[in-house]
C-alpha cells in the first residue's frame, strides 16, 4: 500500500487528495501482472473499475479495430465506460508487459462526487478518447510526416558508450535515440525500453557501445509517408517509435506522444475541455492550444473555411461557458437577454489572433441599467480576454452601455443608420450586419435581423453610401506588376493580410447580401449565395470566391508558419517569402478583388 501510495502522489489529481485519503485511497487498489498482448477489456464488457499503468503499455482501440491511443505509466483508462452505462467503450490490450492498478467503481464514483478536482479531471477526459474526432480534425489520413517533425533529430555513433548514450537521451528528453554513422545515414534506435531492459534488467556493462543494445536496421519511413503510415507502423509493429529516414539519413523520430499530441488538440477536444473548465484560467489553458490546432489543421489540408469555422466554434463555446459562469455568479437574469457576436467571430472566420466584438441585446420590457447586465457583460468580456480574445479597440463590447439595450433601441438605430448614412453610420452598420446569436434567447435577434436587412436593401441612398464604405479597404496592389507593402518600419515589405485582403471581400460580400436580401452572415456563403440569387454574374462570382480561397489560405498557411516558428501568429505576409508562382497568384486575385471593387463603384452612381 505504500509503495502504492508513493506512485500515486506523484500524479494528477490523486496529488489533490488530502494525506489521509490519499492513504485510504492507496488501500482500495488492486495491482496485477499483465503480458504482452493480453487483452484487459473488450467493448462493452461490464468494468470493474478505473485502471492505473504503473508500468508498461496499454494500446486503446475503438469498435472499428483503429488505435485511439496509446497509454503508458501514469495514465488511466476506463473512466469513460464508468463514467456512462459502466461498460468499455473501447477494447484496451496490453502492448508491452506491465503491472496495473485497479481502483473499484464504487471508490472511483465517491471520489467524483467528493473531491471537485478528481471529477473534473476525469470529466473533462472524456473526448480524449473519442476516435470520430480524432480522425477528423486531426488529419491523419492527410497529414505529411514531414510536418509532424516538431524538433531536431537526436542521435549517437555506434561506438558511444551506453552511459553516455541514455544522458543524453535524458538531456534531450527524448525517449529513444537514432544511431547513425557520422555522415548521418541510420543503422538503429535504442529506447528506453532497451535501457532498462537490455542494461539495468541484465546488468549489462554501462561502457559497453550503445550499438550492442539497439534495434537494428528499423522499419523507417520517409518524409512524404502520411500521418496514418505511423499510426499503422506502430500497431503493425508494437513498437512505440518510429524513425524517419530521407535517402538514408536520419531526419527525426516520431513517438506515441507525437500522435497523442495531435490527438489531444482537436476541436471537439477543445470545446470539450472549454464546456468542462470551472475556472476562466481552466479555460485560458485551453484557448493557448489553439494555434497548435491552427498548425494541424492547415498541415492537414483543411479548408480555409473549415479551419476558421471550427476555431471560432472554440470561441462560442468560450462564450456560452462564461455566460454560465457568470449566471452562476450573479444569479438568474431579471428579464430575456441574447449576447451576440460580431466581427469575425460572428462571420465564423476567426483564425490564429483575433479580438472580441460583442453586444447584448435586451427584451424591450427590461432595465438596461439594471445591474445585473453591467455585471455579465464585464465578467464575459474579461474572461473572453484572458483567454486571448483581447478587448475591442473600438469598445464594441457589452461592456459599453451603449451596446447593451432593448431590443426596441437597437431598431431605433438601425432606423437610425438606414435613414441618416454617415461615415459613422456606415461603419457601425457594416459591424451589426455581421451579428450571430450566441447565447440567451436567439429570438431576440432573428426578427430584427430580418426587418433591418429589407429596409436596408430598400433604400438605394442606404445602399450607395454602403458600397462607399466597401470601397475604403483597397487590395495591396504596385504600379507594375508587384505589391504595395509597407514602405518602413518593422515591418517593411509586408502586406496585410486581413485589412487589405480579406476585409475588401467581405465589405463587397456584405454588400451583395443586402442588395439580395440574403440572411447569410459568413463571407463565402454570402457570395455562393450572391451568385445563386443573380447578384453577381456566375463568372464574377466565381473568379472572387477563389480569389477569397487563396488570400485565405496564404493567411492561414503564413499564420501557421509564424507559430511553428515560436512566434505568435499574424496578419503580415512578405509577399517576396513566397515561391514566384504563389506570389503571381496571389498578385491575380488582388487584381479579381479591385476589378469586382471597379464593378461595384460604377454601379453605385446608378442607384444614387
Not at 458 to 470: D, G, P, Q
Request: net charge neutral.
Amino acid at each position: 500500500m505504500l509503495a502504492i501510495k508513493d506512485f500515486i502522489s506523484g500524479i494528477h489529481p490523486y496529488d489533490s487528495l488530502p494525506e489521509d485519503e490519499l492513504t485510504r485511497v492507496a488501500g482500495f487498489f488492486a495491482r496485477s501482472r499483465r503480458h504482452e498482448g493480453e487483452v484487459i477489456y473488450r467493448q462493452g464488457q461490464q468494468l470493474d473499475g478505473l485502471f492505473l499503468i504503473e508500468s508498461g503499455s496499454v494500446e486503446i482501440s475503438d469498435s472499428d479495430g483503429e488505435l485511439v491511443s496509446v497509454l503508458d505509466r501514469g495514465n488511466s483508462f476506463g473512466e469513460r465506460g464508468l463514467i456512462g452505462d459502466g461498460r468499455a467503450q473501447a477494447t484496451a490490450r496490453m502492448m508491452r508487459a506491465g503491472t496495473l492498478l485497479l481502483l473499484p467503481a464504487q471508490h472511483f464514483d465517491r471520489l467524483r462526487r467528493e473531491s471537485p478536482a478528481f471529477g473534473r479531471y476525469f470529466d473533462r477526459g472524456q473526448s480524449r478518447l473519442d476516435a470520430r474526432a480524432i480522425r477528423r480534425d486531426s488529419g491523419l489520413a492527410t497529414l505529411k510526416v514531414a510536418q509532424m517533425l516538431n524538433r531536431e533529430p537526436i542521435a549517437a555513433r555506434p561506438d558511444t558508450p551506453i552511459a553516455q548514450a541514455a544522458m543524453l537521451m535524458r538531456d534531450a528528453g527524448v525517449s529513444s535515440l537514432g544511431i547513425t554513422t557520422e555522415d548521418g545515414h541510420l543503422l538503429g534506435v535504442v529506447t528506453i525500453r532497451d535501457m532498462s531492459g537490455r542494461v539495468v534488467a541484465e546488468g549489462l556493462d554501462r561502457q559497453a557501445p550503445v550499438s550492442s543494445i539497439m534495434t537494428a536496421d528499423p522499419v523507417t519511413l520517409p518524409p512524404d509517408a502520411l500521418g496514418i503510415d505511423v499510426l499503422h507502423g506502430m500497431m503493425e509493429r508494437h513498437v512505440g517509435h518510429l524513425p524517419i529516414v530521407d535517402g538514408g539519413r536520419f531526419v527525426g523520430m516520431l513517438t506515441q506522444t507525437d500522435l497523442t499530441r495531435l490527438q489531444s488538440v482537436s476541436s471537439s477536444v477543445l470545446i470539450h475541455d472549454v464546456a468542462a473548465a470551472g475556472t476562466i484560467a481552466e479555460m485560458a489553458e485551453v484557448t493557448a492550444r489553439i494555434p497548435e490546432l491552427l498548425v494541424n489543421l492547415t498541415a492537414a489540408h483543411q479548408r480555409h473555411e473549415v479551419v476558421t469555422r471550427l476555431i471560432t466554434d472554440i470561441a462560442d463555446a468560450v462564450t456560452r461557458r462564461l455566460l454560465t459562469l457568470a449566471e452562476a455568479q450573479f444569479g438568474p437574469a431579471p428579464a430575456a437577454w441574447l449576447w451576440a457576436a460580431c466581427g469575425s467571430q460572428g462571420r465564423q472566420e476567426q483564425t490564429g489572433v483575433s479580438d472580441q466584438d460583442n453586444v447584448l441585446i435586451l427584451a424591450d420590457d427590461a432595465d438596461p441599467d439594471h445591474p445585473w447586465f453591467a455585471q455579465v457583460a464585464r465578467f464575459v468580456s474579461d474572461g473572453l480576454n484572458a483567454c486571448g480574445y483581447v478587448y475591442c479597440p473600438g469598445d464594441m463590447m457589452a461592456t459599453n452601455p451603449r451596446w447593451r439595450q432593448p431590443r426596441r433601441v437597437w431598431r431605433s438605430y438601425f432606423d437610425g443608420w438606414i435613414n441618416r448614412p454617415s461615415p459613422e453610420a456606415q461603419m457601425l452598420a457594416s459591424v451589426m450586419f455581421d451579428l450571430r446569436a450566441i447565447g440567451g434567447d436567439a429570438s431576440l435577434l432573428g426578427g430584427l435581423q430580418t426587418q433591418t436587412l429589407e429596409a436596408a436593401a430598400r433604400n438605394s441612398i442606404f445602399v450607395a453610401h454602403m458600397i462607399s464604405n466597401s470601397l475604403k479597404h483597397q487590395p495591396p496592389l504596385g504600379m507594375i506588376r508587384g505589391f504595395a507593402t509597407i514602405r518602413s518600419g518593422p515591418h517593411q515589405g509586408h502586406i496585410d493580410m486581413k485589412m487589405n485582403g480579406v476585409v475588401p471581400v467581405a465589405d463587397l460580400a456584405r454588400v451583395y447580401a443586402l442588395r439580395g436580401r440574403l440572411p447569410a452572415v459568413n463571407t463565402r456563403a454570402r457570395l455562393v449565395a450572391a451568385e445563386a440569387a443573380g447578384v453577381i454574374s456566375g463568372s464574377g462570382a466565381r473568379d472572387l470566391t477563389a480569389a477569397y480561397d487563396l488570400i485565405q489560405t496564404l493567411r492561414l498557411r503564413n499564420q501557421a508558419a509564424l507559430v511553428r516558428a515560436g512566434r505568435k501568429p499574424d496578419n503580415l505576409l512578405a509577399p517576396s517569402d513566397l515561391p514566384d508562382f504563389e506570389r503571381g497568384h496571389l498578385r491575380d486575385a488582388f487584381v479579381v478583388v479591385r476589378t469586382m471593387q471597379s464593378a461595384l463603384g460604377h454601379g453605385k452612381g446608378a442607384l444614387g
